[in-house]
């Protein structure tokens, strides 16, 4: 089956450590997304990328990065220079740049700053 | 500031009666809207689209109706099953394209049998 993986479901860090959410799609998609949601809160995009070896800043980047070496798989790591990591993030894909109709989403991963 | 709001965070409605969700912008920029639903423990799927040459776009028991001078629109589900409880999203874009979609805080349906 088709589909967009993110692992792990749950993730608890310490303070002050980098910690990397995985995220991996065997759709053939060519763009994947990195969102965040808080409580009382849409979905923000943290980062997308369009193509391998390239992505793109979203609304919320400060303080997470991520890399896109492989087609199917984009993650997503939060620094310790992020300030209040604690959140639900959710990563998805589309066919391609061009429309958020088609959106897959992955099942999220929550992560708890301890 | 939000752009997109969803100001009744949970909704409770009978089995079978209509349920109504609520989705308020404040971009005039916006026009093109969707809903996304979302199960506990997966991720969201989308749900219906519409975009601002319409004021109404109907798939099975969902309608998504716009009014672009209130900036407001609305998700109908009719009639509700149980199997319809979950949670839904409202985003807006200005244009059709992936990734400026503005979404809102979401909406946690009931559907009591």
């Known amino acids: 089956d088709g589909g967009i993986t993110q692992s792990p479901k749950y993730l608890f860090r310490k303070e002050g450590q980098n910690v990397t959410l995985s995220c991996e799609q065997n759709?053939?998609?060519?763009?994947m997304y990195w969102y965040r949601q808080d409580p009382g809160q849409g979905l923000r995009l943290i980062y997308y990328?369009?193509?391998?070896?390239?992505?793109q800043k979203g609304d919320i980047a400060e303080g997470y990065s991520v890399s896109r070496e492989k087609k199917e798989s984009f993650p997503l790591t939060v620094t310790s220079a992020q300030k209040n990591p604690t959140a639900f993030y959710l990563c998805?894909?589309?066919?391609?740049?061009?429309?958020?109709?088609?959106?897959?989403f992955g099942s999220g991963t929550r992560l708890t700053v301890v | 500031d939000q752009q997109v709001k969803q100001n009744s965070p949970s909704l409770s409605v009978q089995e079978g009666r209509i349920s109504i969700l609520n989705c308020d912008y404040t971009?005039?920029?916006?026009?093109?809207f969707l809903w996304y639903k979302k199960y506990p423990a997966e991720g969201p799927t989308f749900l219906i689209s519409?975009?601002?040459?319409?004021d109404k776009n109907e798939d099975g028991r969902f309608t998504v109706f716009l009014n672009k001078s209130a900036k407001h629109l609305s998700l109908h589900i009719v009639p509700s099953q149980p199997g319809d409880s979950a949670v839904y999203f409202c985003?807006?874009?200005?244009?059709?394209?992936?990734?400026?979609?503005?979404f809102g805080p979401g909406t946690r349906l009931s559907v009591l049998p």
């Open positions: 998805a894909s589309s066919i391609d740049h061009g429309t958020a109709y088609g959106y897959t």
């Open positions: 759709l053939n998609h060519d763009a």
């Open positions: 990328s369009q193509i391998v070896n390239d992505f």
């Open positions: 971009n005039s920029m916006f026009d093109y």
């Open positions: 519409i975009s601002s040459i319409k």
């Open positions: 985003a807006a874009n200005s244009s059709p394209y992936g990734q400026n979609f503005v």
